[in-house]
Protein backbone atom coordinates (compact mmCIF):
# COMPACT_ATOMS: atom_id res chain seq x y z
CA UNK A 1 0.00 0.00 0.00
CA UNK A 2 1.50 3.62 -1.05
CA UNK A 3 0.18 6.88 0.04
CA UNK A 4 0.93 10.38 -1.52
CA UNK A 5 0.12 13.37 0.65
CA UNK A 6 0.52 16.53 -0.72
CA UNK A 7 -1.61 19.65 1.38
CA UNK A 8 -5.32 18.31 2.05
CA UNK A 9 -5.37 15.80 -0.23
CA UNK A 10 -4.43 12.35 0.20
CA UNK A 11 -4.04 9.15 -2.07
CA UNK A 12 -3.81 5.65 -1.48
CA UNK A 13 -2.63 3.08 -4.09
CA UNK A 14 -3.02 -0.71 -3.72
CA UNK A 15 -1.59 -3.89 -5.21
CA UNK A 16 -4.31 -6.75 -6.39
CA UNK A 17 -2.78 -8.80 -3.24
CA UNK A 18 -4.03 -5.72 -1.18
CA UNK A 19 -6.96 -5.14 -2.60
CA UNK A 20 -7.83 -9.26 -2.17
CA UNK A 21 -6.17 -8.59 1.23
CA UNK A 22 -8.87 -6.04 2.13
CA UNK A 23 -11.88 -8.00 0.56
CA UNK A 24 -11.10 -10.99 3.32
CA UNK A 25 -9.97 -9.09 6.14
CA UNK A 26 -11.29 -5.49 6.07
CA UNK A 27 -8.18 -3.93 6.85
CA UNK A 28 -4.34 -3.23 6.24
CA UNK A 29 -1.94 -1.44 7.56
CA UNK A 30 1.72 0.24 6.62
CA UNK A 31 3.92 1.82 9.08
CA UNK A 32 7.70 3.25 8.14
CA UNK A 33 10.11 3.40 10.99
CA UNK A 34 12.24 6.30 11.33
CA UNK A 35 13.86 5.50 14.16
CA UNK A 36 13.95 2.96 17.27
CA UNK A 37 11.06 4.62 18.76
CA UNK A 38 7.79 4.50 18.83
CA UNK A 39 7.08 8.18 18.53
CA UNK A 40 9.34 7.90 15.65
CA UNK A 41 6.83 5.77 13.54
CA UNK A 42 4.22 7.10 10.71
CA UNK A 43 1.68 4.96 10.18
CA UNK A 44 -1.00 4.52 7.97
CA UNK A 45 -4.51 1.63 7.28
CA UNK A 46 -7.40 1.45 4.89
CA UNK A 47 -10.54 -0.21 6.80
CA UNK A 48 -13.75 -1.51 5.71
CA UNK A 49 -16.20 0.20 7.69
CA UNK A 50 -20.17 -0.59 7.79
CA UNK A 51 -22.73 2.13 7.49
CA UNK A 52 -20.85 4.43 5.33
CA UNK A 53 -21.46 6.00 1.60
CA UNK A 54 -17.99 6.84 0.93
CA UNK A 55 -14.66 7.58 2.16
CA UNK A 56 -13.83 9.03 4.91
CA UNK A 57 -10.37 9.59 7.12
CA UNK A 58 -9.33 10.04 10.50
CA UNK A 59 -5.77 10.88 12.20
CA UNK A 60 -5.52 9.90 15.67
CA UNK A 61 -2.65 8.82 17.39
CA UNK A 62 0.02 9.20 14.62
CA UNK A 63 -2.24 7.36 12.44
CA UNK A 64 -3.67 8.15 9.11
CA UNK A 65 -6.85 6.01 8.75
CA UNK A 66 -9.23 6.04 5.75
CA UNK A 67 -12.28 4.40 5.54
CA UNK A 68 -14.27 3.08 2.58
CA UNK A 69 -17.75 1.42 2.47
CA UNK A 70 -17.21 -2.18 3.57
CA UNK A 71 -19.63 -3.87 1.14
CA UNK A 72 -17.17 -2.05 -1.65
CA UNK A 73 -14.39 -3.65 0.20
CA UNK A 74 -15.82 -6.65 -0.25
CA UNK A 75 -16.31 -6.67 -3.84
CA UNK A 76 -13.58 -4.02 -5.65
CA UNK A 77 -11.13 -7.27 -6.77
CA UNK A 78 -13.95 -8.69 -8.47
CA UNK A 79 -14.23 -5.02 -10.60
CA UNK A 80 -12.84 -3.48 -12.94
CA UNK A 81 -13.04 -0.30 -10.91
CA UNK A 82 -10.51 1.96 -10.87
CA UNK A 83 -11.42 3.18 -7.40
CA UNK A 84 -12.81 5.55 -5.06
CA UNK A 85 -12.64 9.11 -4.09
CA UNK A 86 -14.60 11.94 -1.97
CA UNK A 87 -14.39 15.39 -0.76
CA UNK A 88 -14.98 16.15 2.91
CA UNK A 89 -15.27 19.62 4.72
CA UNK A 90 -13.27 18.85 8.10
CA UNK A 91 -13.10 22.44 8.80
CA UNK A 92 -15.34 25.56 8.10
CA UNK A 93 -13.84 26.31 4.32
CA UNK A 94 -11.26 23.63 4.58
CA UNK A 95 -11.93 20.14 2.73
CA UNK A 96 -9.92 17.07 2.66
CA UNK A 97 -9.65 15.32 -1.24
CA UNK A 98 -9.22 11.37 -0.52
CA UNK A 99 -8.57 8.86 -3.28
CA UNK A 100 -8.28 5.26 -3.41
CA UNK A 101 -6.93 3.57 -6.47
CA UNK A 102 -6.02 0.10 -7.87
CA UNK A 103 -2.20 0.42 -8.62
CA UNK A 104 -0.99 0.27 -12.18
CA UNK A 105 2.16 -0.71 -13.17
CA UNK A 106 4.33 1.93 -14.72
CA UNK A 107 5.00 2.61 -18.25
CA UNK A 108 8.20 3.80 -17.69
CA UNK A 109 11.65 2.18 -15.95
CA UNK A 110 11.65 2.55 -12.05
CA UNK A 111 13.70 0.46 -9.69
CA UNK A 112 10.43 -0.61 -7.79
CA UNK A 113 8.64 -4.03 -7.42
CA UNK A 114 5.83 -4.01 -9.79
CA UNK A 115 5.14 -7.13 -9.75
CA UNK A 116 1.88 -7.10 -8.09
CA UNK A 117 0.41 -4.05 -9.46
CA UNK A 118 -2.33 -4.39 -11.46
CA UNK A 119 -1.34 -4.12 -15.39
CA UNK A 120 -1.37 -0.73 -17.14
CA UNK A 121 -4.58 -0.60 -19.17
CA UNK A 122 -2.05 2.28 -21.36
CA UNK A 123 0.27 -0.73 -22.19
CA UNK A 124 -1.81 -2.24 -24.77
CA UNK A 125 -1.48 -1.25 -28.20
CA UNK A 126 -4.99 -0.09 -29.61
CA UNK A 127 -4.89 -1.21 -33.14
Known amino acids: MKIRIKGNFVRYRLTQTEVKTLAETG ?14 RFSYALKAREGINGLQATFEGGVITLFMP ?4 KHWHDEERVGFDNEAEVAPGISLKLLLEKDFACLDD ?6 DNYPNP ?3 CNV
Open 27 to 40: HLTEETWFGPNESQ
Open 70 to 73: AEAA
Open 110 to 115: TDEDQS
Open 122 to 124: NAA
